[in-house]
């Protein structure tokens, strides 16, 4: 029976999996996408089969600061009178492999963790009285269940070597593997010492750069993962197969910029993933002196090829359509944080007060205020020996947060019919004067774009200025004005900020004339209607509005919308950059 | 733990390179801002250059890595009450403290020793991230993620040289003159302009653009990983010129001499681009003798500052979101009007 396409593509992720098992830290880690399911739960046995060395340890989403670093360990430092310390998941998993469950909504915090842990194979513990290094070389394996262009944050997955994606495949196409412990253990004793030959080094440069890659980090992983790809072989030198495999698992994903396409290219969902047969002719020597565009020489052309049939279709759309690929990554795991303020924000210090109002009992700041009493106490304790330590209530510190509600300013900009290409350039200079002069206030801006039959995320909430240039750099223009589905991608946007525990203020520039329905197709009734609707359900987030009408004749239609979301009209014929700016400056001020 | 990767191995990425050179020849330049991608090597190359400076003289198991060759007045608390006039000495590598994301700010800045505290009733300090980094480095990474509170501390410290702490009924203060190592993606956040400010040098990293570089990135790494002891021996000789190279410009930088045009230049440049405040100057004329004293010269030109120019002040340019070239093409651009008036 011939394997189908998909138990290719299962192969492949094992493959994968058997190369991430041989050397789980020096490949950094492995990206799984998928949705939780059979499939996955099938991919994470095999994992746990295949495992050479060290503990398996899982770090869940809201896994606690101190419980992956380390920390105090309070019932023997209570009972002692003397410090003990805990050591941290990351720490116990030292030789082995880390599972990161649901990475896409992991906080920033855990990733910095983790991230510097992957590069250094040890952690710095600076905390809690403590102060060391300590070995923490793992191998990590981060589950992203991320939906569309959701992923997890950039800075980890850069540090990863390998990525798959399941989502396509079901439990039939996974074919028993033919891989076992045995061929790991050989692999694992040898792939440090296999040839890389100096002409599959200068063909993987050359697909890096014709693929956009810059990240230095990302070339050296490749590079490991094609010895240990050969040493899985039982190769002693590398042959351009296990660089073209290399390329599928590591460096398609990262690609920035599409080279060349083959012409017969599809673009398909499912990669068509023949990878062409390994050319048995020496690769020919790259020109040294070709500097922007190398010229492609054969075996290149097939590891681009190959690359293509494996970008993920959401980032192939996006590199086809020249933008820049971006991942919408939410620093997430924050939902219905708003109602918990005595916990959240930044740790400003300490005060005294009881732990069980509610505040959050910081134990050294406790320590050291009851540390000054203790031979006092010691000696009007009337039962003397009972305890080695003395804390009394008012001893009791909590840490002080500060919770400044941060304020996210989202431009909904009406990029349709003839006045699009200004309103579109007096939004971006809007959110570039903005960032300019925010920066320091740790606010940030967003921008939806409208037009044609669809709404687009221009550029997700941001603080940079880079990020932002970078993403208004092209700016789409022209067509029908498909409100409705503008007013739902701000609700959409706006509950998202609102669950960061941010305050969002949405500013529609449009003459509020839609013409597009939900569907994407014209007419004008259904079109109003439906944005009425999606208004209303806008209104009920209860979320700061403004509408600002730009066309020369104000039209009622803008009113009506801004009564709609419960938000402020305002006529602005002449609206510009610096106007835009200081309106939403005094807006943000009077609420 | 392997020895780090060689300093001088380091493939391109002159302008970081440099910018660390200056810095260890001479500290008062301020700190180094290295900005960039992802995965450019940044902490390779300021670990790199910490084993490649030479060893620094400390008293034995001071926390403070107090300077023996130094009148004990200057000495930390600790040195000074042992009255023994011949204290220990011994030799160390220059301290790099990593400065980790989400470390606590009494490990920062030190903090009362509990254990002490509990155990036998005393007060003692127990010093923190900023005594260890006393006449090393201080690497922050992702510092334009690093919590407010911190930074504060941080910036305080690294202005006065001095760490002064109030707090738990302790009073205390040591010395902490430190260079201040920052990295950071661009893309993730700015960077406060105090902390900015803070910043004597800035560069700006990115990975070659040939596939020349890109092979040698790649085999050099390769032949590192193979046989780290190997590779280590092999760039030996070349590391050990770059620390004579160093050591030499250390005694040599003092004697720089500035001429005054060479002064009214910098002061020009510094009019034209409008930069805020004498800091831009000052540091200016420090990296560019600093360079002159590099490359064995000893008289400052003006050449030394075009060179150093761009990486001194590209961050204290005010900032005009407006205008699409950066900060680079308009030193480039006033540096050319310069040359032709």
């Known amino acids: ?34 949705p939780p399911g059979p499939v996955r739960t099938l991919f994470l046995e095999l994992a746990a089969d295949w495992q050479l060395s060290g503990t398996a340890k899982r770090i869940p989403l809201h896994a606690q600061e101190s419980r992956l670093l380390g920390g105090i360990e309070l019932t023997q430092t209570l009972t002692s009178g003397k410090l003990h310390w805990e050591s941290g998941l990351l720490t116990q998993s030292h030789g082995g492999v880390v599972t990161l469950a ?22 710095t513990l600076a905390r809690e009285g403590m102060s060391q290094t300590v070995p923490a ?3 990590l394996i981060a589950l992203d269940e991320g939906l569309e262009e959701e992923q997890p944050q950039a800075a980890l997955t850069e540090r990863l070597g390998l990525r798959i994606d399941l989502g396509s495949l079901s439990v039939h196409d996974a074919l028993p593997s033919d891989i076992d412990r045995a061929n790991l253990l ?103 002196d070709s500097r922007e565009q190398p010229e492609v020489t054969p075996p290149i052309d097939a590891m681009i090829e190959a690359a293509i049939a494996h970008i993920p279709s959401g980032l192939l759309a996006s590199l086809r359509a020249g933008h820049q690929p971006r991942g919408k990554s ?35 700041a406790t320590l050291r205020a009851a540390a000054p009493w203790q031979t006092l106490r010691r000696q ?17 510190r909590t840490t002080r947060f500060r919770h400044q509600r941060e304020s996210t300013t989202l431009f909904v900009v009406d990029a349709s019919g003839s006045a699009a290409m200004h309103r579109m350039a007096e939004a971006k200079g809007a959110v570039e004067l903005l960032l300019a002069d925010c920066y320091s206030r740790r606010d940030s801006v967003a921008l939806i774009a409208f037009r044609g039959s669809t709404a687009e995320l221009l550029l997700p909430p941001t603080r940079s200025l880079v990020r932002a240039k970078k993403a208004l750099a092209a700016l789409p223009g022209g067509g029908g004005t498909p409100l409705a589905h503008a007013v739902e991608l701000t609700t959409l946007l706006s509950e998202q900020i609102l669950r960061d525990g941010a305050t969002p203020t949405a500013v529609f520039l449009t003459d509020g004339v839609a013409n597009i329905a939900r569907d994407g197709t014209p007419g004008r009734q259904r079109a109003k209607d439906e944005a009425m609707t999606a208004a209303k359900q806008f209104r009920a987030l209860n979320s700061r509005a403004l509408v600002i009408d730009a066309s020369p004749r104000t039209q009622q239609k803008a009113r009506e919308l801004a009564q709609a979301l419960g938000g402020q009209y305002l006529a602005m014929p002449q609206a510009d950059a610096e106007g835009l700016r200081n309106i939403v400056r005094s807006v943000e001020a009077n609420n | 733990m392997p020895a780090p990767y060689p300093f001088t191995a380091i493939v391109a990425q002159q302008d970081m390179k440099l910018a660390l050179l200056i810095a260890a020849v001479d500290q008062g330049v301020g700190g180094v801002l290295v900005m960039g991608d992802r995965g450019t090597g940044k902490s390779t190359a300021i670990r790199a250059l910490a084993a490649l400076l030479p060893k620094i003289s400390v008293i034995k198991n001071c926390a403070y890595n107090c300077d023996p060759e130094r009148p004990p007045a200057g000495h930390c608390h600790s040195c000074q009450r042992e009255d023994n006039p011949s204290l220990k000495t011994t030799s160390v590598s220059i301290p790099v403290v990593d400065l980790p994301l989400g470390a606590t700010e009494d490990r920062v800045i030190g903090a009362l020793d509990i254990e002490r505290a509990l155990h036998a009733g005393e007060k ?69 302009p105090q902390l900015l400010d803070r910043f004597g040098l800035s560069v700006d990293v990115s990975t070659p653009q040939d596939v020349k570089s890109r092979v040698e990135i790649i085999r050099q790494r390769d032949s590192y990983e193979q046989d780290p002891e190997g590779f280590i021996k092999q760039w030996r000789r070349k590391e050990s010129a770059q620390r004579r190279r160093i050591e030499q410009a250390r005694e040599q930088v003092a004697r720089v001499s500035t001429p005054d045009e060479v002064l009214e230049f910098a002061a020009s440049l510094c009019l034209q681009l409008g930069t805020d405040g004498l800091r831009g100057e000052l540091t200016l004329l420090r990296a560019g003798r600093a ?21 001194v002040l590209r961050h204290r340019l005010r900032r005009d979101p407006l205008d699409e070239s950066g900060s680079d093409s308009r030193i480039a651009r006033v540096l050319e009007s310069m040359e032709a008036s």
């Not at chain 1, 394997?3 to 490949?27: C, G, N, R, T, Y």
């Not at chain 1, 303020?341 to 005060?351: F, L």
Request: with cysteine.
């Open chain 2, 124 to 192: 003692a300090f127990e010093p923190g991230l900023l005594a260890r980094a006393h006449r090393g480095f201080l690497y922050i990474d992702e510092v334009n993620l690093l919590e407010d509170h911190i930074v504060d501390a941080l910036l305080d410290v690294a202005a006065s040289g001095e760490n002064v702490v109030e707090r738990e009924g302790l009073s205390i203060r040591h010395s902490a003159r430190f260079v201040l190592v920052g990295s950071g993606n661009p893309e993730e956040g700015e960077l406060r």
């Open chain 1, 1 to 34: 029976m011939m394997p189908s396409l998909a138990s290719k593509h299962w192969a492949l992720a094992e493959a994968a999996l058997a190369a991430f098992s041989v050397a789980p830290h020096a490949l950094g880690g492995l990206w799984v996408r998928s």
């Open chain 2, 291 to 311: 360079l002159a004293a590099l490359n064995k010269k000893d008289q400052l030109t003006c050449n030394d500052i075009r060179s150093v120019a761009p990486m």
């Open chain 1, 380 to 396: 009007q304790a009337t039962e003397p020996r009972q305890a080695h330590l003395h804390i009394k209530p008012s001893d009791f």
């Open chain 1, 102 to 123: 649901m990475a896409e909504r992991v906080q920033r915090q855990t990733i910095a963790h983790v991230c510097s842990a992957l590069d250094a194979g040890t952690l």
């Open chain 1, 137 to 139: 070389a793992f191998g």
């Open chain 1, 330 to 364: 939410s620093t997430g795991g924050k939902s219905g944080s708003q109602q918990r303020h005595k916990q959240r924000g930044r740790p400003v210090g300490t005060e005294a007060g009881d732990p069980r109002r509610g505040g959050r009992l910081n134990l050294m």
């Open chain 1, 186 to 288: 050989d692999a694992q004793a040898c792939w440090t010492s296999v040839v890389l030959q100096d002409s599959l080094i200068e063909t993987l440069a050359a697909t890096t750069l014709a693929l956009g890659i810059d990240s230095p980090r990302a070339m050296v992983l490749t590079s490991r993962l094609i010895k240990i790809l050969a040493a899985l072989e039982g190769r002693a030198e590398a042959i351009e197969a296990d660089l073209e495999r290399a390329v599928i698992m590591a460096l398609a994903h990262r690609a920035t910029r599409l080279p060349e396409l083959p012409p017969e290219d599809t673009g398909e969902e499912i990669p068509e993933s023949e990878p062409p047969e390994a050319q048995s002719e020496e690769p020919e020597e790259e020109a040294p």
